[in-house]
């Protein structure tokens, strides 16, 4: 998925790519829970959901680099540490931040990813200006 993610990117993302290209990756109930102090936060449902939400993150950050990533799987649950560099669009502000990701997968595909962050209230100072 985050090869797909990285293709879908460079094809232009969120309103440029299709989503196809990430759909068979997520499945059509898939749930993304995102922190309420994001400026991309709530629960986003299915592959509409997941289109709005790859469009919020494209308006919320110029540069979104995934580049470190470790991986524990057991079952149906992985989990994700992944270390990321970002650009807010509306500050130019950069930081630096982990996410934990707690991904459920059902019959081979992603149905529900929580993912964690250290400090929000940092993402959002730096998205807002603050």
């Known amino acids: 998925m985050y090869a797909a993610e ?10 440029k790519a299709s989503f196809d290209l990430l759909a068979p990756y997520f499945a059509p109930d898939v749930v993304l829970h ?3 102090a994001l400026p991309y936060g709530g629960t986003w449902r299915g592959h509409a959901g997941m289109t709005r939400f790859f469009l919020a993150m494209s308006r ?3 540069a979104f680099d995934m580049v470190e990533q470790e991986f524990l ?4 649950t992985a989990v994700v540490l992944t270390q ?10 950069e930081l630096a931040f982990p996410i934990l990701q707690t991904i459920t997968v059902k019959d081979g595909r992603i149905a529900e990813i929580r993912p964690f962050y ?13």
């Open 34 to 36: 995102q922190a309420d």
């Open 84 to 93: 990321v560099r970002a650009r807010a669009r509306a500050t130019g502000r």
């Open 118 to 130: 250290w400090d929000t209230q940092a993402i959002a100072d730096a998205c807002a200006g603050r």
């Open 6 to 15: 990285a293709e879908y990117l460079a094809a232009g993302g969120p309103g």
């Open 60 to 62: 919320t950050w110029e």
């Open 73 to 76: 799987a057991t079952g149906e």
